[in-house]
């Protein structure tokens, strides 16, 4: 079995990596997982039955391409496909439909997964308490308490407030690129301690839920 993560970036793509692959062990030994992070979320494009602009680099506009191209070659195949994005802003649901809609369009002969974090990635790091004390043992437990899972609030700023206390105003203040490296330390070194079943996350769930479905279904077709 061959499993495809598209990602918005490197960061969030270990923690869904990681994720999956726990879960992917609980049905089969026997797999291959690529992970192909993205430069940044992007934007639909215009015209998804053309091929994307010469500088194209996020995941949505490359998204509807590069689901042809899976569907050419493995259609048929144990093959799946995990498409991953933060919601940020935009209303989950209807950010899911449009996904949904896109991956049937697009990639009719394959199995498809809709991997959508609200509000970031860092909701699901944030969930599971158990890995974040492992990887960060002198962790803020009281601000992590006062944090409400997967709402609107600006999740990486919880989470730097939860790692960084004291020094979290001054971190925030130096922005990009300088946190996306920060990010990428706390995706690394939380991940390896992450176990889907510790995780709380609503929006976890509903991925873990759905990838179960779709290994039963490519494991016994």
């Known amino acids: 079995m061959r499993v495809e993560i598209l990602t918005e970036d490197r960061s969030g793509g270990v923690v869904l990596e990681r994720l999956t692959r726990c879960i992917i062990k609980e049905f089969t030994s026997d797999y291959s997982c690529h992970l192909r992070p993205h430069r940044g979320c992007g934007y639909w494009p215009n015209n998804p039955d053309a091929k994307p602009e010469p500088f194209a680099a996020g995941l ?22 995990i498409v991953c994005i933060d919601s940020d802003d935009h209303d989950p649901e209807e950010l899911m439909s449009r996904l949904k809609g896109t991956c049937r369009k697009y990639a009719g002969g394959l199995s498809t997964v809709i991997a959508i974090s609200v509000e ?13 004390v492992m990887a960060y043992p002198d962790a803020d437990l009281e601000r992590l308490s006062k944090y409400e899972q997967d709402s609107i609030c600006g999740t990486w700023e ?21 946190i996306g490296q920060y990010k990428a330390t706390w995706a690394e070194k939380i991940s390896k301690y992450m176990v889907p079943g510790n995780n709380v996350s609503p929006s976890f769930k509903k991925f873990e839920l759905a990838l179960s479905g779709a290994l039963k279904q490519v494991i016994h077709a």
Request: glycine share 4%.
């Open 60 to 81: 949505l506009e490359l998204l509807p391409a590069k689901l042809r191209a899976y569907d050419k070659v493995y259609a048929g195949t144990d093959t799946i496909v």
């Open 120 to 132: 970031e990635m860092e909701s699901w790091m944030l969930a599971d308490k158990n890995a974040l």
């Open 158 to 178: 919880v989470l730097c407030d939860v790692l960084l206390k004291e020094q979290s105003p001054r971190v925030k203040r130096i922005g990009y690129p300088a």
